[in-house]
T-cell receptor, first 114, second 116 residues
Framework: AQSVTQLGSHVSVSEGALVLLRCNYS??????LFWYVQYPNQGLQLLLK??????LVKGINGFEAEFKKSETSFHLTKPSAHMSDAAEYFC????????????FGSGTRLQVQP | DVKVTQSSRYLVKRTGEKVFLECVQD?????MFWYRQDPGLGLRLIYF???????EKGDIPEGYSVSREKKERFSLILESASTNQTSMYLC???????????????FGPGTRLTVL
């Protein structure tokens, strides 16, 4: 079985500040990890994903995430927040478990203050 | 670009009505999914399909059924809508063969369903 825990349902940062959204996972097989973003009244859009190889993954809009197996974490970061980053962010885990669907976390809503 | 479209953005139905939510993808993906999204609960999988006429229950299938008669189309059916089915419904699709959820899922814009 797989599960995802996102710490903090709401995170607020100032424009220009570091963004850090936390994701911890549980998986009995090597995980495939994803971060999605959802802007208001829209579907989810892929930010970045980790499958194999380099553990630091760069995504769109200046976001990146680092896979840390020892900590079972895949935290999302961005050095400098922009107002347009305000959205809800979801971490998800997949892998060769026989289950085709991803398992999603409960989401973190990011607020960016001017 | 992959495109996943859903038949309605907003839908209002009455308790007991039969409701159809339609989803179409244009990338010849094998897998299609229906999720519901509720505040604080994230996305929960209702059903998915890995081939035409094939389906599997997800985590919360009760009160729902699905139909996949053509590869590009996946329908979610609420046989008798209830107020606790008021939610945002998201459809997604992905490529990939048996055994692994390793490919990106592409999402539609969602249908916000209100059951009165």
């Amino acid at each position: 079985a797989q599960s995802v825990t996102q710490l903090g349902s709401h995170v607020s940062v100032s424009e220009g500040a570091l963004v850090l959204l936390r994701c911890n996972y549980s998986s009995s097989v090597p995980p495939y990890l994803f971060w999605y973003v959802q802007y208001p009244n829209q579907g989810l859009q892929l930010l970045l994903k980790y499958t194999t190889g380099a553990t630091l993954v760069k995504g769109i809009n200046g976001f990146e995430a680092e896979f840390k197996k020892s900590e079972t974490s895949f935290h999302l970061t961005k050095p400098s927040a922009h107002m347009s980053d305000a959205a809800e962010y979801f971490c998800a885990v997949g892998g060769y478990t026989g289950r085709r669907a991803l398992t999603f976390g409960s989401g973190t809503r990011l607020q960016v203050q001017p | 670009d992959v495109k996943v479209t859903q038949s309605s953005r907003y839908l209002v139905k009455r308790t007991g009505e039969k409701v159809f939510l339609e989803c179409v993808q244009d990338m010849d993906h094998e897998n299609m999914f229906w999720y519901r999204q509720d505040p604080g609960l994230g996305l929960r999988l209702i059903y998915f399909s890995y081939d035409v006429k094939m389906k599997e229950k997800g985590d919360i299938p009760e009160g729902y059924s699905v139909s996949r008669e053509k590869k590009e189309r996946f329908s979610l059916i609420l046989e008798s809508a209830s107020t606790n089915q008021t939610s945002m419904y998201l459809c997604a699709s992905s490529s990939g063969l048996a055994g692994g959820s390793y490919n990106e899922q592409f999402f539609g814009p969602g249908t916000r369903l209100t059951v009165l």
